[in-house]
């Protein structure tokens, strides 16, 4: 059985293992040591680089390294804005819930003060008849949780 090797396990770990390594047709990448291929951010800044330091086009710099026009592009804006964490990946979606306001919040903060069971689902239909917020039971779940962390 393959046991992958401790670096591919912390790029995916990271989520930076590139999932098409064998797509990098870069000579310097094929040869080994330094440059790897499974490493995502190294073969993204490799790509720029020879785009923007050896004058290849960025279509042609692109294909070389297994990646597509749209991702050089996206790329390279991430690198113009935050240097090489730009090439990190960020999380994806919102990072909070964005229907959760304060009066909301003062519902859930009123339910969980009176003692007794959250009722979730009960909370999403009186949110829903005061406010007119549509919720789902685990959001409220999530915020009586942030309320007790507090």
């Known amino acids: 059985m393959f046991k992958p090797d401790a670096k591919t396990q912390r790029l995916r770990e990271h989520k930076v293992?590139?999932?098409?390594?064998?797509?990098?047709?870069?000579?310097w990448f094929r040869a080994?040591?330094?440059f790897d291929p499974n490493d995502l951010v190294q073969v993204k800044y490799e790509m720029l680089r020879h785009a923007h330091e050896d004058g290849v086009t960025k279509a042609e710099a692109a294909a070389l390294f297994g990646l597509s026009r749209p991702t050089y592009y996206q790329a390279e804006a991430a690198f113009e804005r935050e240097g090489i964490t730009g090439l990190l990946p960020h999380p994806r979606g919102p990072k909070t819930p964005h229907k959760v306001n304060a009066d909301v919040m003062s519902i859930i903060e009123q339910r969980q003060s009176e003692g007794g069971p959250l009722?979730?689902?009960a909370l999403v239909s009186l949110v829903q008849s005061q406010l007119g917020i549509s919720l789902h039971p685990r959001t409220i779940e999530r915020c009586a949780a942030r309320i007790k962390k507090r």
């Open 119 to 121: 009722q979730a689902r």
């Open 32 to 34: 080994g040591g330094f």
């Open 17 to 27: 293992l590139n999932p098409r390594p064998h797509a990098v047709r870069a000579p």
